[in-house]
């Protein structure tokens, strides 16, 4: 089972009862799948030979006698801490629900200081984010600067001008130390920030987005449905890259504001090492952003080992594709003084082709309290 089909049927009520044991497993073995104490967590059953296992993070678990469960259906499960030990105590898909509401609401308690107002992760909101395609143009279209000017300025808020001018970019002082703290504040790590008592100086787009709407409030303003989407658009950026980790993979996407450019599409992604796997998988970047002088342009990194970097490059331009081109020496020669080399090279004047997304494996776990 894959994709929503997990979320999708987890309002089959399944009857559990008192005496089912809890599944136990060992220290090395919580930690090994990133268990919290007090986790709520998602799995599958899978019908292995003859008999019915849990799959869980990719693992198969022997399973206690007495459970009415089928092949595929989907198990939720409460991770619990104790002396030597873990147990995995199974629940119902109305109790996950409300324990999940539950922590929602004490997110709510913990980030009033940041002004957070966040939306409960109950399965019906789950279901909604998986659902929604990969990082739509919303946020991309709201970051242009023209575009966030006009919103911040109907918004009338003096403070959140001052915040977000202080959280763009800017071409002319990028530097390593901004690039991070504006990756940190794109709202993808907020909830487990504050999940774990981590206070962060670093300004949140989602945290600043809520805000607007909040300002905005019973006003009749176009605004509040795109503020919404954008918001939609970072918390299932949030989903995919849990359900990729649960799959081993490293994948996060991400929208970078500017000051004097248009918005940069960030995605980082790095497969999962396969058994026997001798070499890790690449780490790939790919960046995506329409700009005012070089057009519409794509670029993919592949970093393979230590040292050596795979560029390819699309652009709609034809003066910017040649451009990129006569770059190749300059580039090299950047690359070797810091110690890299540059492998493949190769620049199409085109769009990039579409690449289909792939879905979660089969008992992907979700942390629903991050």
Same mark, same amino acid.
């Given at each position: 089972?894959?994709?929503?089909? /997990?979320?999708?049927?987890? !309002?089959?009520?399944?009857?559990?009862?008192?005496?089912?044991?809890?599944?136990?497993?060992?220290?090395?073995?919580?930690?090994?799948?990133?268990?919290?104490?007090?986790?709520?967590?998602?799995?599958?059953?899978?019908?292995?030979?003859?008999?019915? *296992?849990?799959?869980?993070?990719? @693992?198969?678990?022997?399973?206690?006698? +007495?459970?009415?469960?089928?092949?595929?259906?989907?198990?939720?499960?409460? %991770?619990?801490?104790? /002396? +030597?030990?873990?147990?995995?105590?199974? &629940?119902?898909?109305?109790?996950?629900?409300?324990?999940?509401?539950?922590?929602?609401?004490?997110?709510?308690?913990?980030?009033?200081?940041?002004?957070?107002? #966040?939306?409960?992760?109950?399965?019906?909101?789950? =279901?909604?984010?998986?659902?929604? /395609?990969?990082?739509?143009?919303?946020?991309?279209?709201?970051?242009?600067?023209?575009? &966030?000017?006009?919103?911040?300025?109907?918004?009338?808020?003096?403070?959140?001008?001052?915040?977000?001018?202080?959280?763009?970019?800017?071409?002319?002082?990028?530097?390593?130390?901004?690039?991070?703290? %504006?990756?940190?504040?794109?709202?993808?790590?907020?909830?487990?920030?504050?999940?774990? +008592?981590? #206070?962060?100086?670093?300004?949140?787009? *989602?945290?600043?987005?809520?805000?607007?709407?909040?300002?905005?409030?019973?006003?009749?303003?176009?605004?509040?449905?795109?503020? =919404?989407?954008? &918001?939609?658009?970072?918390?299932? %950026?949030?989903?995919?890259?849990?359900?990729?980790?649960?799959? !081993?993979?490293?994948?996060?996407?991400?929208?970078?504001?500017? %000051?004097?450019?248009?918005?940069?599409?960030?995605? $980082?992604?790095?497969?999962?090492?396969?058994?026997?796997?001798?070499?890790?998988?690449?780490?790939?970047?790919?960046?995506?952003?329409?700009?005012?002088?070089?057009?519409?342009?794509?670029?993919?990194?592949?970093?393979?080992?230590?040292? @050596? &970097?795979?560029?390819?490059?699309?652009?709609? *331009?034809?003066?910017?594709?040649?451009? #990129?081109?006569?770059?190749?020496?300059?580039?090299?020669?950047?690359?070797?003084?810091?110690?890299?080399?540059? !492998?493949?090279?190769?620049? $199409?004047?085109?769009?990039?082709?579409?690449?289909?997304? !792939?879905?979660?494996?089969?008992?992907?776990?979700?942390?629903?309290?991050?």
């Amino acid at each position: 089972m894959s994709g929503t089909e /997990p979320i999708a049927s987890s !309002g089959r009520i399944h009857p559990i009862s008192a005496e089912i044991r809890p599944l136990q497993l060992e220290v090395t073995q919580a930690r090994e799948m990133g268990l919290r104490d007090g986790q709520i967590i998602q799995g599958s059953m899978e019908l292995r030979g003859e008999s019915l *296992k849990l799959l869980l993070n990719g @693992q198969l678990i022997d399973v206690p006698p +007495g459970l009415h469960f089928r092949p595929g259906d989907p198990v939720w499960l409460k %991770a619990q801490s104790r /002396p +030597g030990g873990w147990w995995l105590r199974l &629940i119902d898909a109305r109790r996950a629900a409300a324990e999940i509401h539950q922590s929602g609401a004490g997110h709510h308690e913990t980030t009033s200081a940041t002004e957070l107002a #966040a939306t409960p992760l109950t399965p019906s909101r789950l =279901q909604a984010l998986l659902l929604r /395609p990969p990082m739509s143009p919303t946020l991309m279209s709201l970051f242009e600067p023209k575009e &966030i000017a006009t919103l911040l300025k109907s918004a009338g808020d003096k403070e959140l001008i001052h915040q977000f001018l202080r959280m763009r970019l800017s071409m002319s002082s990028l530097s390593a130390g901004a690039l991070q703290n %504006a990756v940190q504040g794109s709202g993808l790590w907020l909830e487990s920030m504050l999940g774990r +008592g981590q #206070a962060s100086a670093v300004l949140d787009v *989602k945290t600043l987005l809520r805000r607007l709407i909040r300002v905005l409030g019973e006003r009749d303003s176009p605004y509040k449905a795109s503020l =919404q989407r954008a &918001i939609d658009d970072i918390e299932a %950026a949030q989903v995919e890259s849990l359900s990729a980790q649960s799959r !081993g993979e490293l994948a996060f996407a991400l929208v970078l504001p500017f %000051a004097n450019s248009n918005p940069l599409d960030i995605e $980082f992604f790095r497969a999962s090492r396969r058994r026997n796997q001798k070499d890790a998988p690449p780490f790939t970047v790919t960046i995506h952003t329409d700009h005012h002088v070089l057009g519409e342009l794509w670029l993919k990194m592949s970093f393979l080992g230590r040292s @050596q &970097i795979d560029l390819l490059v699309w652009a709609i *331009k034809p003066a910017t594709a040649e451009r #990129a081109r006569q770059k190749v020496s300059q580039l090299t020669n950047a690359l070797r003084e810091s110690g890299l080399s540059l !492998g493949l090279f190769r620049v $199409f004047n085109s769009a990039r082709p579409s690449v289909p997304t !792939g879905s979660s494996a089969p008992g992907a776990m979700l942390d629903v309290q991050a």
